[in-house]
């Protein structure tokens, strides 16, 4: 246990209390990090609904990916000191479902992840991205609060 | 972390799987376990509902209680390998808010508890103990997956 473990990041301050806690499990341990950060952007489906133009689709998705690349540099300088192995991964999609997907494709061992993202209301209502990837994850997931 | 671990059994494969979990992060920590079953008691409310008399609902009561002992027993025997400390105790009343002031009162410093008990449908329908105790408690959860069935 905590060979390999996973842990998404969306710049939250739950999410960077998950990154500290795998690392300091991951230290205890001798385990390797995958720190993965899941790019939300808008659908065509959404794009279709709002009357939009392509090119605010396309503005909007590279104004998101700009932002995951600085959640992820925050993230490599938390993660300084650490001696172990980490990787830095970005994904566009659907959170819950891409840590989902990265979890098996890196076959990592566990997935240290925050209570509460950045979601809000919204995660409110339909449950939160913690509570399906405990659901559906084939590992143990430790729930950071 | 893993100083303090609670774990809830209710005697599903599922939460034996979360305590040999707890045991081995306890044994890796150095950590004491606080092993914990709630018994679920029918309450007066169901009891009107269901037209049953009182007599019915203490000796269905003292059954499941019995029945909690047994689980424990069960867990005792589980744990008869770890050096560590580790304690026993059965609550009567609702899984997940049990499990939560459990937690609180006992200061623990995580929960590790299995992905679906035996609530089986009804879980599926209104969603498990472990996402209630995990939205709610106080201390980092952990969340043992079912073994796969193949």
């Given at each position: 246990?905590?060979?390999?473990?996973?842990?998404?990041v969306d710049g939250s301050?739950?999410?960077w209390k998950a990154l500290e806690k795998a690392k300091a499990l991951a230290e205890l341990c001798h385990g390797d990090l995958v720190v993965a950060h899941v790019v939300l952007t808008y659908s065509n489906a959404e794009l279709y609904v709002q009357e939009a133009g392509g090119d605010i689709l396309d503005v909007e998705r590279t104004t998101m990916k700009k932002?995951?690349?600085?959640?992820?540099?925050?993230?490599?300088s938390k993660m300084e000191g650490f001696s172990g192995k980490v990787e830095y991964v970005m994904e566009v999609g659907q959170p819950a479902s891409q840590i989902l997907n990265l979890a098996?494709?890196?076959?990592?061992?566990?997935i240290v992840i925050g209570c509460r993202g950045l979601g809000g209301i919204e995660e409110f209502l339909l449950g939160s991205v913690s509570s399906k990837v405990a659901q559906h994850a084939k590992v143990p997931v430790l729930i950071v609060k | 972390m893993f100083k303090k671990i609670l774990v809830p059994v209710d005697g599903s494969s599922n939460s034996w799987k979360a305590l040999d979990t707890a045991k081995g992060l306890a044994s890796k920590f150095g950590g004491e376990l606080i092993v914990l079953h709630v018994v679920q008691t029918y309450s007066s409310a169901n009891l009107?509902?269901?037209?049953?008399?009182d007599i019915s609902?203490?000796?269905?009561n003292r059954q499941?209680?019995?029945?909690?002992?047994?689980?424990?027993?069960?867990a005792r025997d589980r744990m008869s390998d770890f050096h560590g400390r580790v304690r026993f105790i059965m609550e009567?009343?609702?899984a997940s808010d049990k499990v939560v002031d459990v937690a609180r009162e006992e200061e623990v410093d995580s929960i590790v508890i299995g992905s679906r008990g035996l609530r089986g449908v009804k879980e599926f329908l209104l969603g498990s103990v472990s996402s209630e105790v995990s939205q709610h408690s106080p201390v980092p959860v952990l969340i043992v997956k079912e073994p796969d069935p193949g």
């Open positions: 246990m905590f060979k390999k473990i996973m842990v998404p301050v739950t999410s932002l995951g690349t600085h959640v992820l540099d925050t993230a490599k098996e494709k890196h076959e990592v061992t566990d | 009107y509902l269901s037209g049953g008399s609902l203490t000796s269905e499941l209680s019995h029945i909690g002992s047994r689980v424990l027993e069960t009567v009343g609702h």
